[in-house]
């Protein structure tokens, strides 16, 4: 077989084989959410516990992603029953979170506002009336979506930038969600029309709700995360420096009883010396240490199986902890 006409042959095999992958991802997710909107209330949290310890065992590679990164972060803190039980706790609540995301827009006003409650409030609208728009920084802990959902049901102006499945179709299903809130979606990609819209957002005065607890580029600030340097999306310092949007620190947690509590902070001190670069580093070293306190206080509820610290280095010495993350 000629050069051409296996690579030809091979394309079309890797295309089909997308296609496929592609097809059955939406499915499965469609099936999912059905399935959910299906369910009594009263069960979610039941149902969304199973379905995570379920996921546990059938997601070998994030079980072992979330024990290399536990035991980064509190291998000398914690006990290894504890960090084993952390882990176990972090599937039932990922599966709660889920099943609870997909009956948010079948949640009326005053379900959603018995299921998620405020603390700092007055934060966020002292802040709004300053006219310079508000950059909510948060994480991926607790349930994201319902704090976002949450905010949107106080009539909050909500730009949200958002890192969507690569899925075209499971992408548009999740946009029209927040679509029915109100919220503007603003993809990640590609970055300078991201950084135009948010920009843009901010000048409307709106809420531009950022999370920096991802796996970013090198190019990014590297500040220390659980005793690790690891490169963080320095964007929301960089934003508030430009256009003197205050940074708000708001996190979402689940209590015992089910019901979850919204919690907003005081603005941000920005410490601005006049040198960008380290102005951006040092502020956006202390925003990572906010994030890693909320983190603290709930630790089976942040999403350790993320790659966070597939980067990672050595405080110390700058070398890379690991050579193969999981």
């Not at 199973?50 to 972060?73: D, M, P, Q, V």
């Not at 972090?90 to 603390?119: P, T, W």
């Not at 990014?220 to 340097?229: I, K, S």
Request: charged fraction near 25%; proline fraction near 5%; charge should be positive.
């Amino acid at each position: 077989m000629p050069a051409e006409t296996k690579r030809m042959s091979e394309k079309n095999r890797v295309s089909k084989e997308g296609f496929v992958k592609t097809q059955a991802g939406y499915l499965l997710f469609r099936f999912g959410t059905s399935v959910a909107r299906c369910l009594p209330v009263t069960s979610l949290n039941f149902v969304g516990e199973e379905l995570g310890i379920l996921s546990f065992y059938l997601s070998g590679r994030w079980r072992k992603t979330a024990l290399r990164n536990l035991n980064l972060a509190f291998g000398k803190e914690k006990e290894k029953e504890e960090i084993l039980r952390i882990r176990r706790e972090v599937f039932k609540h990922i599966g709660k979170n889920m099943v609870e995301a997909c009956r948010l827009n079948d949640f009326g006003q005053s379900h959603l506002k018995r299921l998620a409650r405020f603390k700092g409030k007055e934060h966020l609208d002292n802040a709004l009336k300053g006219g310079k728009g508000v950059i909510g920084l948060s994480c991926h802990l607790g349930n994201f979506p319902l704090m976002v959902a949450r905010l949107a049901v106080e009539d909050y102006p909500l730009s949200l930038v958002a890192k969507d499945p690569d899925n075209p179709k499971m992408a548009k299903a999740i946009t029209s969600a927040r679509d029915a809130f109100g919220m503007e979606s603003i993809p990640d990609e590609p970055r300078l029309a991201c950084v135009s819209r948010c920009f843009k957002s901010l000048k409307e005065n709106r809420v531009l709700l950022l999370q920096i607890d991802q796996n970013a580029p090198i190019t990014e600030a590297w500040v220390d995360f659980f005793g690790c340097l690891v490169p963080t999306f320095k964007g929301p310092v960089l934003f508030s420096i430009r256009t003197g949007a205050p940074i708000l620190p708001m996190f979402i947690s689940r209590d015992s009883s089910h019901l979850h509590q919204i919690t907003i902070h005081p603005p941000f001190d920005l410490d601005v010396s006049g040198q960008t670069e380290q102005d951006v580093t040092s502020n956006t070293a202390r925003l990572t240490k906010i994030i890693e306190g909320a983190i603290r206080e709930h630790p089976e509820q942040w999403l350790w199986h993320y790659r966070r610290f597939k980067r990672a280095r050595d405080i110390q010495t700058g070398e890379r902890i690991f050579r193969k993350h999981p």
